[in-house]
């Protein structure tokens, strides 16, 4: 082990991604593993050569059926896992034969919640710092357990299920502060991004994503780098009336920190309702991306990424930092895939657009014009009450969802799990009513050009092409993992988890699984020095709803028109909940 | 492969276990794989030489998280395995890649039968015949399914759920009869074996197990060993009053076929109430053994294991058949492993007690009277009302109860799945509600004799002693696999898969599965020529309810008694249902 271990270590001096400084190169502590939401492994023991030897070490019943998204966490030899709705977490001893549960936890969410959510009882994964583990549940609170013990340290109620509110985020700990957003753009909840004091539980601050200029902590400090960005309280001038109270916007995917800005990038999700005829203008904040100070909250630059989102294309995927070389200069960027096609590079500091490049089948829009920053959409596949818009690509479920991309700074790609999926829609006048749907849209989904409906690809941001390109039959919904063996991870809705080389895309490896993948591939070292790699199983999320909730297929509408293009998933993948661990034999 | 397979038909052809003419040894088509209860496959590639590389081959989610206690069956390169309630029938297909689903079937069981089941809502297996499957649904409906396509092809309804009545065991087909029973000994059922015509799911007869001569298909041809079983109508005057029609006497254990004597034996569950002062009376036929005509179903001898059942012993343990030696002179005899501590042998015609043997802590009887063919109790150990009994042992869930024990022809040995449980019990007055429990007594079960709840031990029935046994942390609740590679499999409550040498009982190889085991392993031939090992994981059933029903740790007396016995088990696993296969690499 001793030489793999000194070239590792040299691999991620070379390259470093930011992490927490309490986070050896063998654990994985956040869902997205470091601060960069790279999800790259220094770990290099698993190579193309010997993948297809990779074995199956234990597997881990969680005990609960629902869509198992998120990722592992491994800190001081413990795996730490949370489930769906009923958000259980348990802590399994990695230094004992077949893991046995150390402590587990339930956190007792209200049952009420599962009814509130939009798209599966899913929970994105736990963060460990400091001896201590932060998630949340469902039900809106975020919860602090010692990490030895299992134990409650405190809990803080953030929000109101009765207003449609819930918790699926993985949160981030940044600067003693741990930073959680709620979920619920589907029934005109107002988004928020707050911090937590990860001592006590108190709330430091919060940011919302609509309103005045002062919820929003938009203040001195706020420079975007675009005009149509730049104005008072932009917040509630871009919204017909109180629209901005119940207008989305809320935050729900990963956030990414970087230490030599100070600042925190996230997404913010699709303005409230879906129809976008009854809410114009730009409906800032929604659909796009803040940069904000950790230790105030306050905005410091913002980028809208789809202005009046037509689509419930949503802002909230992942933002990857990387340093590429730029018109023969090295920029520190950031790659954010959003899922209304485009490929965007951003400079970290400015929020300035590099380059937007689109890396699926797009008909809504034509280009984003890099002198304004803004996206040209197409007029023929706008909304409009009373018609029915055929073609839409991509679909509201986007090129790709929250499913994360992996960046690995030793290939230079980005692992991009993907749909390939358009959508017809007919959008209707739509009431407010608190904590239920408040979409006013009927759409049904279906294969894009080609047919299928997923895809695995390598894309090089320098070239701003695809290098390789997996077609799956099924969204791929689950996340990518790349290490420093120079191998990729990515999980399939039928539930096969697969192993590439990272280069070339070549498959090396695959196992069936009991239930189909959505969660996130995370990779450690255990204590006896090998690498291993982890994932949970259990189909589900707004894409395998179809099987974990158990929808009638004759209505392809249900599930926002997901039903319609998962119609035969049941056929393909049962409902489960297990964790799957591999390692070489 | 081809030297190996030469070997394996001989010695199958040596020393031969009944089995339908169309069972090819590769396959598995019935819960024990044999007529005779045998579950020995007579597969011989995993020795104890390389048993030590077994690796997992596929794993399959059920989409169910209760007890899953059936066997997997194998046919026409297809397994097919049947959940816990909702009891949905899944077939693989094991000709492609990870075993993708073939069919699924949903039988959509009454919710309402979930609340009638006595201890978790459980199905012991499918069996395959002919192209057809078929199983017993927790809601009282037997089915019969195209194998190929899993269409129905007929449902018939043998009883109702508002008595109490459930069905949970594996069916067996035998000369065109589909054979089935009844469950809910604990809510006043009167039991009963019923054939069912295998083409048309007609009833061709029932046969009561309490009840006038008539009902239990008693007459001519009936001849039981001992006196104390003949004479008329002994199914009600063995019985206080009306009490034989709400007295018990399920049949919801194996059933197995001699074509050499053209007999069925099985098992008759506990008489009802527990509270045995309020039934005076040897309480026929429950708690014993008949030997039926499967044509008529006519009833040729019986004989009683546990004569005024005192203690919830019932009768239902498998029957196993076997050929060995006895004072010189090979006999064909059945070999049954009693809740009541004896292991019996007895002659396969006639009935005749040859030896019965305690293989577990005994404090409520002295001894089976060979001559009389009577078991002993010890009177201190009565059950009195509004007194406490101590150190009942064994318990009532017995020193096995349902968990099927393997005979290998090659070792000649039985290998049994065992509990070590004593208990406090107490007694009181109970009134009979039709559809709730009937039963009248209040028990706390323990860890006996050394503190281990649990053993899995090698039984030579010649020499009447354990040749080797492993203690276990859990009552062993799964079925024993053994095989001609002279490999024996188990799994524990703890979710461990373990193989060991048959011969010495050396553990050489161990998994651990992802919820505890309480699933029947059997073993088949893979198209590709290798042999694989399958059995299902999902805690539950008696001794696991106290997971799968989350019930509250709190009461002792819980579960009949069975909560306290397993407080900690919830620290040890989570529920699941996952299928497990296994193959050399």
Chains 1, 2 share one sequence.
Not at 209 to 234: C, H, N
Not at 360 to 373: F, P
Request: glycine share 12%; aromatic share 10%; charged share 20%.
């Amino acid at each position: 082990m001793k030489p793999l271990l000194a070239a590792v270590f040299l691999v991620s001096n070379l390259m470093p991604a930011p992490v927490p400084a309490a986070e050896p190169e063998g654990e994985w502590h956040m869902a997205a593993r470091d601060y960069g939401n790279t999800r790259f492994s220094p770990l290099g023991e698993i190579t193309p050569a010997n993948l297809p030897k990779l074995s199956l070490a234990f597997t881990f019943s969680t005990g609960v059926l629902r869509g198992h998204e998120a990722a592992p966490v491994v800190a001081d030899n413990t795996m730490f896992i949370v489930t769906p709705y009923p958000n259980l977490v348990y802590a399994l001893d990695l230094t004992k034969p077949g893991a046995p549960q150390k402590w587990k936890f339930d956190p007792k969410p209200a049952a009420s919640s599962q009814g509130v959510a939009c798209c599966d009882v899913v929970n994105r994964g736990v963060v460990y710092s400091d001896g201590k583990l932060f998630f949340n549940t469902l039900d809106m609170n975020t919860i602090a357990l010692d990490a030895r013990t299992g134990k409650e340290l405190w809990r803080t109620k953030l929000g109101s299920i009765e207003k449609g509110e819930t918790m699926t985020m993985a949160p981030i700990v940044v600067k003693g502060k741990v930073l959680v957003g709620n979920s619920g753009g589907e029934l005109g909840v107002r988004g928020w991004l707050t911090a937590l004091d990860a001592a006590t539980g108190k709330i430091a601050w919060r940011a919302w994503s609509t309103g005045p200029d002062k919820d929003v902590l938009i203040g001195p400090a706020f420079k975007p780098f675009y005009a149509q960005d730049r104005g008072k309280d932009l917040g509630t001038r871009s919204w017909p009336g109180d629209g901005w109270k119940i207008g989305g916007g809320t935050v729900w995917g990963f956030i990414t920190y970087d230490p030599e800005t100070d600042l925190v990038y996230y997404g913010t999700g699709n303005p409230g309702p879906w129809n976008p005829e009854q809410r114009p203008g730009d409906n800032k904040w929604t659909s796009g991306i803040f940069a904000r100070k950790p230790d105030t909250g306050e905005a410091v630059w913002y980028y809208q990424w789809s202005p009046h989102d037509l689509h419930d294309y949503d802002g909230v995927n992942e933002n990857v930092l990387a340093e590429i070389p730029i018109k023969g200069r090295q920029r520190k960027v950031i790659l954010h895939p959003d899922r209304n096609g485009y490929l965007y590079v951003l400079d970290r500091a400015s929020g300035q657009v590099l380059s937007a490049t689109p890396y699926a089948a797009i008909t809504t829009s034509t280009r984003v014009d890099l002198e304004t920053g803004k996206l040209v959409y197409n007029p023929a596949k706008d909304p409009t009450a009373g018609k029915t818009v055929r073609d839409i690509c991509p679909a509201s479920s986007g090129a790709k969802d929250w499913q994360p991309s992996s960046w690995s700074p030793r290939t230079k790609l980005l692992y991009l799990p993907m749909q390939n999926i358009c959508q017809d829609a007919q959008t209707f006048e739509t009431s407010y009513i608190s904590g239920t749907p408040y979409v006013g849209a009927s759409l049904e989904q279906y294969a894009g050009p080609g047919g299928h409906r997923g895809e695995f690809a390598a894309w090089d941001p320098v070239a701003q092409k695809k290098v390789w390109s997996i077609k799956e039959n099924f969204p791929v919904w689950s996340g990518a993992l790349a290490t420093a063996g120079d191998v990729v991870f990515y999980g399939t809705m039928d539930g096969w988890f697969k192993g590439l080389d990272a280069k070339t895309g070549k498959l090396l490896w695959q196992y069936k699984v009991g239930s189909g993948i959505i969660g996130q591939p995370v990779s450690y070292r255990g204590p006896d020095g090998k690498q291993y790699v982890a994932v949970l199983s259990g189909i589900g999320g707004w894409a395998g709803t179809i099987v974990s909730g158990e929808i009638d297929p004759r209505d392809g509408t249900g599930a926002n028109g997901m039903v319609n293009l998962t119609k035969d998933l049941p056929q393909y993948t049962a409902k489960g909940g297990m964790l799957y661990v591999f390692a070489l034999p």
